[in-house]
């Protein structure tokens, strides 16, 4: 459940003010994106815990905010045991 100040976020807008207890967690590195010239940082509220990344590109002005969910665990990949000749 959002907060109040998180839900009065502006998403997919860029310049929009986030709020006062939105922690900074840093930056993301991301080749594609550095290559553009875009940076992407990711911050957490610290008052309802809700993920959020701001991309900061001067080229698109639908960036900027957007939540995201980083309480599912990542994809597990399975790796397969080598394949063994009988010989």
């Known amino acids: 459940m959002l907060c109040g100040q998180c839900a009065a976020i502006t998403v997919d807008q860029a310049g929009a003010p986030g709020h006062k207890n939105l922690i900074s967690l840093g930056h993301v590195r991301s080749l594609p994106l550095a290559q553009r010239g875009v940076t992407h940082e990711a911050f957490t509220c610290g008052e309802c815990g809700a993920n959020w990344d701001y991309l900061h590109d001067r ?4 960036s900027g905010w957007a939540l995201c969910d980083r309480t599912l665990p990542a994809p597990q990949r399975s790796i397969d045991p080598p394949a063994v000749e009988a010989a």
């Open 59 to 62: 080229r698109n002005p639908a």
